[in-house]
């Protein structure tokens, strides 16, 4: 799992979320579950969904290539629901023992960009 908070300010809309990875294979699907929410005022207090979306990805064809999976409201997790001035929780986790999970490496995370717009 990666866990990342943060709090987006009160003009800023957003508009997709792009997650950076790699993994040494040459082929194969990834699976994550997405948990999205905003909660308290810390981290610690956060409440992050259960459930979540789940979003299967295709690998590149090149080994270690930087691979992008982008959610947004289209692809079934609703960022529109998020208030701004909140603490958003961000859970993002693979399930590699799914049966749409077809990579048998290891992936490595990078990390999370945040496209927006303000109003």
Known sequence: NA???????EDLT??????????AGTSG???WIININEGGDSDATNVRTTGGTAITTATNTTANDL?????HTASGVDLSKLRQG???????????AHVDDTINLDVNFYGILVE???Y
């Open 3 to 9: 866990y990342f908070s943060f709090i987006p300010p």
């Open 14 to 23: 957003i508009l997709t979320m792009k997650f950076y990875w790699s993994d």
């Open 29 to 31: 699907n990834l699976r």
């Open 67 to 71: 691979n992008v999976t982008e959610i």
């Open 86 to 96: 909140n603490l958003w929780g961000i859970d993002f986790q693979r399930t590699a």
């Open 116 to 118: 927006y717009k303000l």
